[in-house]
């Protein structure tokens, strides 16, 4: 005969594996969201589907969170403005994330939906490591079960069916959302710098660099290896149609004028030596980046935009154009490219400033 634990245990264990399910998929919105900001390349739309997804696969799961919460709040524990925190802050997410993917909701309150999606889920973070730590998920066998194997596999399609379907909606009835590019970015600006966002990583401020007192140093360890004017980049330049996909959620393509990387470096023989991997270029604000030598050939030091010298806040007297890169590589207020031995990926996968 069949033995039926009573109502209580069951819900308890169903509770259980909707936390658990609630976690994974946190986590998932989490690393696909931070791989979508590094990837330049088409295969991101892989990663942006994935991401959807999984952000609005925790939606499937509301009715038995809902139970969770409710008996939660009858125990009357400690922290539970901590949850109740965490759970707006994960609808704040949510409805950001829907919002710019569909363009309904493009800003709030100065900030894009963008930002608000990942502040939004950077306070989600160490809320949501504290609840699961303040409220224990005890790991059972049972969860690698093949009936778990197919409860995950259920609410995978469905999470996929609900984004498939939200894109739906957005195709038919042709939300703005519908033409955004495979990253999730929106058109603005494309063949009119003026147009083009101005946009800062974190906190940088456009400086005023005073074109008379500005040369560009090349440096190695050993020291300055060679200094180039503003004329002599000029000279040295070509045109090349790049695409600036920031992500704050906005692209645009330009006729950008610049010196290929791997020139530039051809013009010291001391930045041109074999014991060299990375280039770092910073800026006049400190702002910096560091690319693989090899890459040097598919970068370039721009001075123009759309036959005009850079604006202030594109990045004058010279900026970095990165082709298939997200915007936070397109270093603005370029003033030294050093060369050394450190490995490229040696430096924070973000910017920090
Ligand atoms: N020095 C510096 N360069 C920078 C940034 C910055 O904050 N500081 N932001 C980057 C980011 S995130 C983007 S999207 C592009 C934006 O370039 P734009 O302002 O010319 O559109 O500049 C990049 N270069
Ligand atoms: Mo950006």
Redesign the pocket.
């Known amino acids: 005969m069949r033995f039926d634990p009573p109502q209580g245990q069951q819900w308890a264990m169903a509770g259980r594996r909707t936390n658990l399910a609630l976690l994974v998929l946190l986590a998932w919105a989490l690393a696909t969201g931070a791989l979508a900001f590094a990837i330049g390349a088409g295969w991101n739309r892989w990663i942006t589907v994935a991401h959807g997804a999984g952000g609005l696969g925790t939606l499937l799961l509301v009715p038995w969170k809902s139970v969770v919460v409710r008996r939660g709040l009858s125990r009357h524990r400690p922290g539970r403005s901590a949850s109740v925190a965490l759970a707006l802050a994960v609808g704040v997410t949510l409805l950001s994330g829907v919002g710019h993917a569909t363009g309904l909701l493009r800003s709030v309150a100065g900030l894009t939906s963008i930002q608000l999606h990942v502040g939004s889920a950077l306070i989600v973070v160490p809320l949501a490591v504290w609840h699961v730590m303040a409220r224990r998920i005890r790991i059972r066998r049972s969860d690698a079960s093949r009936r778990a194997l197919l409860r995950t596999g259920l609410l995978a399609a469905g999470s996929l069916a609900t984004f498939g379907l939200v894109e739906g909606i957005t195709a038919a009835v042709d939300l703005p959302g519908h033409r955004r590019r495979f990253s999730g970015s929106y058109l603005a600006g494309s063949g009119t710098p003026a147009e083009?966002?101005?946009?800062?990583?974190?906190d940088?401020r456009v400086p005023a660099v005073d074109p008379s007192g500005w040369t560009l140093s090349l440096t190695t360890d050993r020291g300055t290896a060679a200094l180039v004017s503003l004329e002599q980049l000029e000279r040295m330049s070509e045109d090349v149609i790049a695409l600036?996909d920031?992500?704050?959620g906005w692209y645009?393509e330009q006729i950008w004028r610049g010196v290929r990387l791997d020139r530039l470096l051809a013009m010291s023989r001391q930045m041109d030596q074999s014991g060299v991997r990375s280039i770092r270029v910073v800026?006049?604000?400190g702002?910096a980046r560091r690319f693989a030598v090899a890459d040097a050939p598919s970068l370039w030091l721009a001075t123009r935009v759309g036959g005009e010298v850079l604006s202030a806040?594109?990045?004058f007297p010279a900026?970095?154009v990165a082709p298939g890169r997200?915007?936070?590589?397109?270093?603005?207020?370029v003033e030294r490219v050093h060369v050394d031995a450190t490995p490229w990926w040696w430096q924070p996968p973000y910017?920090l400033?």
């Open positions: 083009m966002p101005v946009t800062q990583w974190l940088d600036l920031c992500t704050g645009a800026s006049v604000t702002y806040g594109h990045g900026r970095i997200r915007g936070f590589w397109w270093v603005k207020w910017p400033t």
